[in-house]
C-alpha cells in the first residue's frame, strides 16, 4: 500500500504505523467526509474474509469506551489491476496510551481500578452476546485527558492473533484474564507471570488484593462480573488524567537508564549542582537549535531533562532541609528546655493523663453500635467494614475533656437557681392582710330620702247652676 490510496472515495492513508499485531497494515488516515483522522487496518493475514467478518459483527456496537468499526470491505485501491486487499477502517483513540505510560510509571489503585473497572463493565454485555475481544493489552487502551477509557482492536485483533497462533481465544474467560493482568501491570510495572505479592503496593483495598494475588497465582477470575465487583472504580478517579499521570513518579530503573542515557554516568555522579546546570544548558541549546532547524524530535528533549533532574534536585534540597532541621533540634537539645516550657510541660501531661483516664473505656456509639448490626447482617460488604472502623475510630477519638457531666451538672444547676429566685419573687404574708381594692368614691345617697303620700283623687261636682 502506498499513501494518497482512497476507499470508498472517502478514507485516504496519510502514512503507517507500527501495530503489535501480526497480520495487518496499520495506517493513519484521514476521514474527508467528517474531516477526522481515523485508523485503517489493511489485512495481510492467511483468512482476510474472517477477519472483515467479525469486524462487521462489532460494526453495531455504540458504547464509547470501545472504539467504533466505521467500515470494512474489500478494495482494489493501492493493489494491483487483478488484486483487492480486505480493509478495516477504525474510530482513532486520541489520548494517552496506556502502553506508553505503564513502561515508566506505576498507576495508583484508584486509576488502575477505575480503568480496568470501566472496560470490564463495557465489554459483559457483549460476551452475553458472544463478542469478545481476544486481545486485551496495555497499548490497546487509550485514556483522554478529559477521563474516558477507550479500547481499540475490538473485532480485529483477536482473530489476527488467533490466525497467527498468539492468542489464548477469543472468550470471556480470556478476556477477563486479561484485564486482571492488566490491573496488576498497572500497579507493580510487571506482567502478572513475573510478579509477586511483595511488588504489590501496600493499601490495597481487600477485594483488590485478592484479586491481584489470584491472578499472580495463575488463577485469573474467568468471569467479567468478577472484576466489576472487586474493582469498581469511579470514573471521576481518572479526571485530569494527563497531570494526574505527569505526578506519578518515574519508577527508579527507568529513571536510572535515563540518568545514564542522558549523562553517560550514574545518578550518583550527576547529582552536584555544577553537572546539572551544564547538563540544562546544552538541553536548551540542543531545543534551541532544533526548533530553528524545524525538527521535532530532539535527542534531549527538555521535558525529559526535567523529568530526569526533577527528582534529583528535589532529593538535594530534601537532604539540606533535613540537615537544617536536625542541627536546630541538636541545637535546642543542647539548650535544655525553658522555665516556662518545662511548667508547660508539666500541665500538659496532668492534662494526657486526665484525658487518658476519661478516655480509657469509651462505649460504642449509637451510629457504630447501628453499623455494625449492619456488618453482621452482610458481614461479606467493604465498604459496611471501612464504615465501621470510621465510627469506631471516632467514637474512640481521645478528647482533652469529657464534657457531657459538665453540661449536665452545669444545667441542673440553672435550674435549681431559677427556681430559687422565682421563690424569692413571690409576695409574702397571708390572704387576709393582703390590701382591697379601691374604696367607692361615689357618696351614699345621690338624692335626699322623701316619704311619698298618695293624694286622693278629685271627685266629681255637680255644675254649677245658671
Same mark, same amino acid.
Given at each position: 500500500?502506498?499513501?494518497?490510496?482512497?476507499?470508498?472515495?472517502?478514507?485516504?492513508?496519510?502514512?503507517?504505523?507500527?501495530?503489535?499485531?501480526?497480520?495487518?497494515?496499520?495506517?493513519?488516515?484521514?476521514?474527508?467526509?467528517?474531516?477526522?483522522?481515523?485508523?485503517?487496518?489493511?489485512?495481510?493475514?492467511?483468512?482476510?474474509?474472517?477477519?472483515?467478518?467479525?469486524? @462487521?459483527?462489532?460494526?453495531?456496537?455504540?458504547?464509547?469506551?470501545?472504539?467504533?468499526?466505521?467500515?470494512?470491505?474489500?478494495?482494489?485501491?493501492?493493489?494491483?489491476?487483478?488484486?483487492?486487499?480486505?480493509?478495516?477502517?477504525?474510530?482513532?483513540?486520541? #489520548?494517552?496510551?496506556?502502553?506508553?505510560?505503564?513502561?515508566?510509571?506505576?498507576?495508583?489503585?484508584?486509576?488502575?481500578?477505575?480503568?480496568?473497572g470501566s472496560l470490564a463493565q463495557a465489554l459483559r454485555p457483549l460476551s452475553a452476546r458472544g463478542?469478545?475481544?481476544?486481545?486485551?493489552?496495555?497499548?490497546?487502551?487509550?485514556?483522554?485527558?478529559?477521563? @474516558?477509557?477507550?479500547?481499540?482492536?475490538?473485532?480485529?485483533?483477536?482473530?489476527?492473533?488467533?490466525?497467527?497462533?498468539?492468542?489464548?481465544?477469543?472468550?470471556?474467560?480470556?478476556?477477563?484474564?486479561?484485564?486482571?493482568?492488566?490491573?496488576?501491570?498497572?500497579?507493580?510495572?510487571?506482567?502478572? #507471570?513475573?510478579?509477586?505479592?511483595?511488588?504489590?503496593?501496600?493499601?490495597?483495598?481487600?477485594?483488590?488484593?485478592?484479586?491481584?494475588?489470584?491472578?499472580?497465582?495463575?488463577?485469573?477470575?474467568?468471569?467479567?462480573?468478577?472484576?466489576?465487583?472487586?474493582?469498581?472504580?469511579?470514573?471521576?478517579?481518572?479526571?485530569?488524567?494527563?497531570?494526574?499521570?505527569?505526578?506519578?513518579p518515574v519508577r527508579r530503573e527507568v529513571l536510572a537508564q535515563d540518568i545514564q542515557g542522558a549523562?553517560?554516568?550514574?545518578?550518583?555522579?550527576?547529582?552536584?549542582?555544577?553537572?546539572?546546570?551544564?547538563?540544562?544548558?546544552?538541553?536548551?541549546?540542543?531545543?534551541?537549535?532544533?526548533?530553528?532547524?524545524?525538527?521535532?524530535?530532539?535527542?534531549?528533549?527538555? %521535558?525529559?531533562?526535567?523529568?530526569?533532574?526533577?527528582?534529583?534536585?528535589?532529593?538535594?534540597?530534601?537532604?539540606?532541609?533535613?540537615? !537544617?532541621? %536536625? !542541627?536546630?533540634?541538636?541545637?535546642?537539645?543542647? !539548650?535544655?528546655?525553658?522555665?516556662?516550657?518545662?511548667?508547660?510541660?508539666?500541665?500538659?501531661?496532668?492534662?494526657?493523663?486526665?484525658?487518658?483516664?476519661?478516655?480509657? @473505656?469509651?462505649?460504642?456509639?449509637?451510629?457504630?453500635?447501628?453499623?455494625?448490626?449492619?456488618?453482621?447482617?452482610?458481614?461479606?460488604?467493604?465498604?459496611?467494614?471501612?464504615?465501621?472502623? %470510621?465510627? @469506631?475510630?471516632?467514637?474512640?477519638?481521645?478528647?482533652?475533656?469529657?464534657?457531657?457531666?459538665?453540661?449536665?451538672?452545669?444545667?441542673?444547676?440553672?435550674?435549681?437557681?431559677?427556681?430559687?429566685?422565682?421563690?424569692?419573687?413571690?409576695?409574702?404574708?397571708?390572704?387576709?392582710?393582703?390590701?382591697?381594692?379601691?374604696?367607692?368614691?361615689?357618696?351614699?345617697?345621690?338624692?335626699?330620702?322623701?316619704?311619698?303620700?298618695?293624694?286622693?283623687?278629685?271627685?266629681?261636682?255637680?255644675?254649677?247652676?245658671?
Amino acid at each position: 500500500m502506498r499513501s494518497g490510496a482512497t476507499f470508498e472515495r472517502r478514507f485516504v492513508l496519510v502514512s503507517p504505523e507500527d501495530h503489535d499485531v501480526p497480520g495487518v497494515e496499520r495506517w493513519l488516515a484521514r476521514d474527508e467526509r467528517l474531516r477526522r483522522k481515523v485508523t485503517v487496518f489493511v489485512v495481510t493475514s492467511v483468512a482476510p474474509s474472517a477477519v472483515r467478518r467479525s469486524a @462487521s459483527r462489532a460494526s453495531g456496537i455504540g458504547d464509547p469506551r470501545l472504539a467504533r468499526v466505521l467500515a470494512a470491505g474489500t478494495s482494489d485501491a493501492g493493489a494491483g489491476a487483478d488484486e483487492r486487499v480486505t480493509y478495516v477502517v477504525v474510530e482513532r483513540a486520541e #489520548g494517552r496510551p496506556l502502553g506508553d505510560i505503564l513502561p515508566r510509571r506505576n498507576l495508583s489503585h484508584p486509576i488502575a481500578a477505575a480503568l480496568v473497572g470501566s472496560l470490564a463493565q463495557a465489554l459483559r454485555p457483549l460476551s452475553a452476546r458472544g463478542l469478545h475481544h481476544g486481545a486485551i493489552r496495555a497499548s490497546a487502551v487509550t485514556v483522554t485527558d478529559a477521563g @474516558s477509557v477507550l479500547l481499540s482492536g475490538l473485532g480485529v485483533d483477536g482473530e489476527l492473533r488467533a490466525q497467527a497462533g498468539e492468542g489464548v481465544g477469543m472468550t470471556e474467560r480470556a478476556d477477563a484474564a486479561a484485564l486482571a493482568g492488566l490491573y496488576v501491570l498497572a500497579l507493580t510495572g510487571r506482567e502478572a #507471570g513475573d510478579a509477586s505479592e511483595d511488588d504489590l503496593p501496600r493499601g490495597l483495598p481487600r477485594s483488590a488484593w485478592a484479586l491481584a494475588v489470584r491472578t499472580i497465582a495463575g488463577d485469573a477470575p474467568a468471569r467479567l462480573q468478577e472484576l466489576s465487583t472487586a474493582l469498581g472504580g469511579s470514573r471521576a478517579a481518572l479526571r485530569d488524567f494527563a497531570a494526574q499521570v505527569r505526578a506519578l513518579p518515574v519508577r527508579r530503573e527507568v529513571l536510572a537508564q535515563d540518568i545514564q542515557g542522558a549523562f553517560g554516568r550514574s545518578g550518583a555522579e550527576v547529582a552536584s549542582d555544577a553537572v546539572l546546570a551544564r547538563a540544562r544548558r546544552v538541553a536548551e541549546r540542543d531545543v534551541a537549535l532544533g526548533l530553528c532547524d524545524g525538527v521535532v524530535g530532539l535527542a534531549v528533549a527538555s %521535558e525529559r531533562l526535567d523529568e530526569v533532574t526533577r527528582p534529583l534536585l528535589e532529593d538535594e534540597r530534601a537532604r539540606k532541609a533535613r540537615a !537544617a532541621r %536536625e !542541627a536546630a533540634a541538636a541545637a535546642r537539645a543542647a !539548650a535544655g528546655p525553658t522555665r516556662e516550657e518545662r511548667e508547660q510541660f508539666d500541665d500538659l501531661q496532668s492534662w494526657d493523663v486526665i484525658a487518658e483516664v476519661q478516655n480509657a @473505656s469509651v462505649p460504642p456509639s449509637a451510629w457504630e453500635a447501628f453499623m455494625r448490626r449492619l456488618q453482621r447482617r452482610w458481614p461479606q460488604s467493604d465498604q459496611l467494614a471501612a464504615r465501621v472502623q %470510621e465510627a @469506631s475510630t471516632r467514637a474512640r477519638r481521645p478528647g482533652p475533656l469529657v464534657g457531657a457531666p459538665i453540661i449536665i451538672g452545669l444545667g441542673l444547676l440553672g435550674v435549681v437557681l431559677a427556681f430559687v429566685y422565682a421563690l424569692g419573687q413571690m409576695p409574702e404574708g397571708s390572704p387576709d392582710d393582703r390590701p382591697s381594692g379601691p374604696s367607692n368614691p361615689y357618696p351614699e345617697f345621690t338624692y335626699p330620702a322623701t316619704t311619698y303620700t298618695p293624694q286622693p283623687e278629685p271627685s266629681a261636682s255637680p255644675a254649677p247652676e245658671e
